[in-house]
């Protein structure tokens, strides 16, 4: 079953850094999104991407934030000068059509923790 | 604002029960519902969903949910727990023609051997 990939499983970053989340989604796929669950809280969007460019975004998903498609396989989100509330679980997933249409494929999550 | 509400944040079941977990949204459009799993260290995989016509749907595991238009609801159901069943469940909405889901805080279900 094709799965969507997502590297590291874990990131341990000083404040202020910044930090690559990778992922490489569904090969198929055209839709692409980033999702981020901090420790016992909600399941939350921060954007989703398609034809190369942002579709929409949440008000989590500011400056400090962006995401690019380099290479046609990977999909990266880059997160500027961490802070500590940017601790989470980030959760890639990448769809065949709309959200709507089939619902995602999440990938396993990046646990991003900030020192 | 959509949003979507989760009656019960944790739910213990002993094996066989029946297990309901609710599920009520907010929004005054079309929607989508889907039912997500997320098994201890795993990541989140889809359960079941609901886009038109039947408003019971089934999914995997022998799980099933209900859309009730009237009562903006999408409840989760399974005659059957097993210990396996285990897991946290999350609600999740999208609005037709929109990218975004908007999930439930989640139900974190433990089922007692």
């Known amino acids: 079953e094709p799965e969507v990939t997502q590297t590291p499983s874990h990131q341990v970053t000083q404040m202020g850094q910044e930090v690559i989340l990778r992922c490489v989604p569904i090969s198929n796929h055209l839709y692409f999104y980033w999702y981020r669950q901090i420790l016992g809280q909600k399941v939350e969007f921060l954007v989703s991407f398609y034809n190369n460019e942002i579709s929409e975004k949440s008000e989590i998903f500011d400056d400090q934030f962006s995401v690019e498609r380099p290479d046609g396989s990977n999909f990266t989100l880059k997160i500027r000068s961490t802070k500590l509330e940017d601790s989470a679980m980030y959760f890639c997933?990448?769809?065949?059509?709309?959200?709507?249409?089939?619902?995602?494929?999440f990938g396993s999550g990046t646990r991003l923790t900030v020192v | 604002a959509q949003s979507v509400s989760q009656h019960n944040h944790h739910v213990i079941l002993s094996e066989a029960a029946s297990l309901e977990l609710g599920c009520n949204y907010s929004y005054g459009g079309t929607v989508n519902l889907f039912w997500y799993v997320q098994y201890p260290g795993q990541h989140l995989q889809l359960l079941l969903k609901?886009?038109?016509?039947?408003?019971l749907v089934k999914g995997i595991k022998g799980f099933e949910a209900e859309f009730i238009k009237s009562k903006f609801s999408f409840n989760l159901r399974k005659p059957s727990v097993q210990w396996s069943d285990t897991a946290e469940y999350f609600c999740a909405v999208t609005n037709t023609g929109g990218f975004k889901t908007i999930f439930g805080a989640g139900t974190r279900l433990f089922v007692k051997a």
């Open positions: 609901y886009f038109s016509g039947d408003p």
């Open positions: 997933a990448s769809s065949a059509q709309g959200a709507q249409s089939y619902g995602y494929t």
